[in-house]
């Protein structure tokens, strides 16, 4: 079966670094997607990985290792509005999207 | 204006009615999904509309029925549901190929429970 393992919450102090990690194994690979959702809102697009490496864009970086079937995306300077669900998707074989439960980060002062 | 509207937010309602959900998108995307997001669950993907035509059923219970009548409009009709059926039901939309898909963009969600 296909399956996307992620921790189900992490708590990380304002300023820090976090590392999300994300873990899977599909049928086949085309991709994967990091999303940010914050409570009672859409889910809003953070990245796209589909060649194995680091991909920076700000504050969030993701990285991927398709050998490994990893990924994690890395949240430098945290701040109070960083506090969300961070949901990690593979893009299948079928260009389907199959999707981890999410992580919820918590962010204290 | 957002890119992809849903409507009602919030939505309550007996065992025994019929409601619909609606969801547009102003994106110019060929394709349409319904979503359903329970608490602590992966997102699960129950409708794929692609130009128009359902692409994907995943077994979903046909208390559930989907309308697309045209690229920028997707209903999800309702009736008789089950408790269980309570959740956040997310539409999104993408611009799908048979070799690629862009990102997904979601709207809001309604938020459905029944009782």
């Known amino acids: 079966g296909q399956n996307i393992d992620q921790p189900t919450e992490m708590t990380a102090t304002e300023g820090a670094i976090v590392q999300i990690n994300c873990t899977y194994q599909?049928?086949?690979?085309?991709?994967l997607f990091w999303y940010q959702q914050h409570a009672g809102e859409a889910p809003t697009f953070l990245s796209y990985n589909v060649l194995d490496g680091l991909e920076e864009k700000g504050r969030f970086s993701s990285f991927l290792s398709r050998s490994k079937g990893y990924s994690y995306l890395l949240l430098k300077e945290l701040q109070m509005k960083d506090s969300a669900s961070y949901l990690c998707a593979v893009l299948d074989s079928n260009y389907q999207l199959i999707w981890g439960a999410g992580t919820k980060l918590i962010i204290k002062p | 204006e957002t890119g992809v509207t849903q409507t009602p937010r919030h939505l309550v309602m007996g065992m025994t009615n019929k409601k619909s959900l609606k969801c547009e998108q102003h994106l110019g995307h060929n394709a349409m999904y319904w979503y359903k997001q329970s608490a602590k669950k992966p997102l699960e993907l129950m409708f794929v509309y692609s130009l128009e035509e359902r692409v994907e059923n995943n077994s979903v219970p046909s208390r559930f029925s989907p309308e697309c009548p045209n690229s920028s409009h997707l209903f999800l009709h309702l009736h008789t549901l089950q408790p269980e059926d309570s959740a956040l039901y997310l539409c999104?939309?993408?611009?799908?190929?048979?070799?690629?898909?862009?990102?997904?963009?979601f709207g809001q969600g309604t938020r459905l429970t029944v009782v």
């Open positions: 999104a939309s993408s611009q799908a190929s048979d070799s690629r898909t862009t990102e997904a963009f």
């Open positions: 599909t049928s086949g690979f085309n991709g």
